[in-house]
Nanobody, 125 residues
Framework: VQLQASGGGLVQAGDSLRLSCLAS????????MGWFRRAPGKEREFVAR????????YYADSVKGRFTISRDNAKTTWYLQMNSLKPEDTAVYYC???????????????????WGQGTQVTVSS
């Protein structure tokens, strides 16, 4: 599975961005989809996750109410809609895929099997 993240950029505080993650190769329609980010000088942290059924979504407290994870019907592309961006959202954003067997620790990087290359999001104040 290859994951390609895109959509990052330089925006001002309060603006919106939508990140995309395209899965190609041997795709897994039953993979749980996630987003992580790594800010300068910090470790990679959990941002959002959507179960492969689409029934459950999870968010980090820092983005809850501002970010929304979604996917297309073919389950080959998922998105992270980011609204009301803040300077502290500045980071490299990574998409990830958790293939079966699933991990219960969905907030952990170790739960995911495949990673995209990352896309830079910079929010100026």
């Amino acid at each position: 599975v290859q994951l390609q993240a895109s959509g990052g950029g330089l925006v001002q505080a309060g603006d919106s961005l939508r990140l995309s993650c395209l899965a190609s190769g041997r795709t897994f329609s039953d993979g749980n989809m996630g987003w992580f980010r790594r800010a300068p000088g910090k470790e990679r942290e959990f941002v959002a996750r959507m179960a492969w059924t689409g029934a459950n979504t999870y968010y980090a407290d820092s983005v809850k109410g501002r970010f929304t994870i979604s996917r297309d019907n073919a389950k080959t592309t998922w998105y992270l809609q980011m609204n009301s961006l803040k300077p502290e959202d500045t980071a490299v954003y990574y998409c990830a895929l958790d293939r079966p067997p699933y991990s219960v620790n969905y907030y952990s990087t170790g739960a995911y099997d495949d990673w995209g290359q990352g896309t830079q999001v910079t929010v100026s104040s």
